[in-house]
């Protein structure tokens, strides 16, 4: 199994809503990542985790929250965004064996409105 | 620090054509090399990926030669297919560090 799958698809949230964004991988893979994809742009990373633990902020705003309950999930809380925060969120999981290839999950896209 | 570098596009070739999408990189230590692509509306899929110098990566026609003495990656396809438009990012990563995108290049390919 070589999916990394993420729920929602599609999510559409006001300004005062509180949503979380799921993503879910079986590899064994310890590192998990979530980046961000704006139109016709390169995904931007935002958290990693490793081994469950934080070790990547990309001095992303307090309005994103992440949590890693455990190895296979990944998380993201989302808290009084904003209409700019509108983007694809992609969650990536990678075997901590050094210099493999990231596994991409199909991403959430979000409204903001 | 780590960087990657792509042709801007729009790439817009003929069914049939041939292509090269150009990759150059800048890196500390021995990265390995990725070709991710992008179908609308779709998260990144591997496309290929080389871990050192001279391996050469391959899937569905898609080939790319990791160059270490010109730092290069370029994609190239014998013939493309109308099903091959979509966005293909080239990408590094050394060791255990993030994987670092270049700008990613559009390619439209009409019958």
């Known amino acids: 199994d070589t999916e990394v799958t993420q729920t929602p698809k599609h999510l559409v949230m006001g300004m005062t809503n509180k949503k979380s964004l799921k993503c879910e991988q079986h590899m064994g893979h310890r590192a998990m990542y979530w980046y961000k994809q704006k139109a016709k742009k390169p995904p931007e990373l935002m958290f990693v985790y490793s081994y469950e633990k934080l070790s990547i902020n990309e001095s992303v705003p307090s309005r994103f929250s992440p949590e890693c309950p455990n190895s296979s999930l990944l998380n993201l809380h989302l808290h009084a965004l904003q209409p700019e925060d509108s983007a694809l969120y992609l969650c990536?999981?990678?075997?901590?064996?050094?210099?493999?290839?990231?596994?991409f999950g199909q991403g959430t896209r979000l409204t903001v409105v | 620090g780590n960087s990657v570098t792509q042709m801007e596009g729009p790439v817009t070739l003929s069914e049939e054509a041939f292509l090269t999408i150009n990759c150059t990189y800048t890196?500390?230590?021995?990265?390995?090399l990725f070709w991710y692509v992008q179908y609308p509306g779709e998260g990144l899929q591997l496309l290929l990926k080389a871990t050192k110098a001279d391996d050469k990566g391959s899937n569905k026609g898609f080939e790319a030669t990791y160059r270490k003495e010109t730092t290069s990656f370029h994609l190239e396809k014998g013939s493309v297919q109308v099903s091959d438009s979509a966005v293909y990012f080239c990408?590094?990563?050394?060791?255990?560090?993030?994987?670092?995108f270049g700008t990613g290049t559009r390619l439209l390919v009409s019958p």
């Open positions: 890196a500390t230590g021995y990265p390995s």
């Open positions: 990536a999981s990678i075997s901590t064996g050094g210099n493999t290839e990231a596994f």
């Open positions: 990408a590094l990563r050394t060791g255990f560090q993030k994987l670092v």
